[in-house]
């Protein structure tokens, strides 16, 4: 299971995504939470994923700065796009 995946799985099973934007160490990020309508126990591959997204870096992308993990929701961090979503 993905983070995409997911993301995906929980709009289509009623779950809600929020983003908001804030600021890190100075620099402005986007803090995007995903709600969970019931407790999920986030598995080995996710946060292995989350830890291998930390460690990319490209002019093209924006940068996964980290996550905060709880039992009902989840929380990351990446660098604003002040272009707005490129959904």
Do not use: W
Not at 6 to 18: C, I, L, N, T
């Amino acid at each position: 299971l993905s983070l995409a995946s997911a993301m995906s799985m929980e709009s289509r099973v009623g779950g809600q995504v929020f983003a908001q934007t804030g600021q890190y160490h100075g620099v402005v990020v986007r803090i995007k939470e995903l709600k969970f309508s019931k407790k999920k126990d986030v598995s080995r591959d996710v946060m292995k994923e989350m830890r291998a997204l930390r460690e990319i870096r490209h002019g093209n992308l924006n940068s996964f700065i980290g996550a905060c993990v709880e039992p009902m929701r989840i929380l990351l961090i990446t660098e604003y796009c002040a272009k707005g979503s490129l959904y």
